[in-house]
C-alpha cells in the first residue's frame, strides 16, 4: 500500500491558502483516482483505492499543521507502510510560486509540519514534492503569509504546480522515485 499524504490546515478558513497546497494535490488524487475522502479517523480525513492495482491510501492530517506527523504515523501504525511508501506534498517559501521540487530525504527547513512528521518518524528520510510559494516581501511576517492566498497572478502557477505534482504521484505509483524525480526536477 502506498500512502499519499498532502500537509495543510483543516477548517473552511484555510481553503486556498498557500501552505494548504498539499491538501489541493491530496483533492486533484482524489478527484483523478476516483477515490473519496470519506473516512475520518486517524486524526484525519482519508480515503482508500486503487490504481492500477496499487492499493493506495490519500490522506489529509486534520491536526492543523504543527501537528502533522501524529496523523501519519498513526495510519502508518494502523496499516503497516514501510517509509519507502510514503509521499508527502507540502509547501515550500524557498521555492518560486509554481515550482515543484522531489526529494528523498531532508532537513524541514523551519516547516513545522514537516518538523512534526520528522520528529514521530524519526528520520528525515522519505520521499516528498515540495511546492513552492515564495517568500513573502520583506516586513511581511511568514505565518500571515503562509496562511493568506495566493495573488491572481500566482493562481495560474500554483494550479500548474498541483498538476504537475498529481503527475508526480501518479508516475510513483508506476516508477521508482528516483526515476520519478529525475523526469521531474528539471
Not at 13 to 21: A, E, G, L, P, V
Not at 50 to 79: C, H, Q, W
Not at 145 to 151: A, D, I, K, Q, S
Request: glycine share 10%.
Amino acid at each position: 500500500m502506498k500512502l499519499i499524504v498532502g500537509l495543510g490546515n483543516p477548517g473552511k478558513q484555510y481553503d486556498q491558502t498557500r501552505h494548504n497546497i498539499g491538501f489541493e494535490v491530496i483533492d486533484g488524487l482524489a478527484s483523478q483516482f476516483s477515490i473519496p475522502l470519506n473516512q475520518s479517523k486517524f486524526k484525519g480525513l482519508y480515503g482508500v483505492g486503487f490504481y492500477k492495482g496499487e492499493k493506495v491510501l490519500l490522506l489529509k492530517p486534520l491536526t492543523y499543521m504543527n501537528l502533522s506527523g501524529e496523523s501519519i504515523r498513526a495510519v502508518m501504525d494502523y496499516y503497516q507502510i514501510e517509509l519507502e511508501d510514503l509521499l508527502v506534498i507540502y509547501d515550500d517559501l524557498d521555492l518560486p510560486v509554481g515550482k515543484i521540487r522531489l526529494r528523498q530525504k531532508g532537513s524541514p527547513g523551519g516547516h513545522n509540519g514537516i518538523k512534526s512528521t520528522v520528529a514521530h518518524l524519526g528520520t528525515q528520510q522519505f520521499n516528498r514534492i515540495r511546492i513552492g510559494i515564495d517568500r513573502p516581501h520583506p516586513g511581511m511576517n511568514i505565518p500571515d503569509y503562509v496562511l493568506g492566498r495566493f495573488r491572481s497572478e500566482e493562481q495560474v502557477l500554483t494550479q500548474d504546480a498541483v498538476k504537475k505534482s498529481v503527475g508526480a504521484c501518479e508516475a510513483w505509483l508506476e516508477k521508482p522515485f528516483l526515476q520519478v524525480m529525475n523526469e521531474y526536477n528539471q
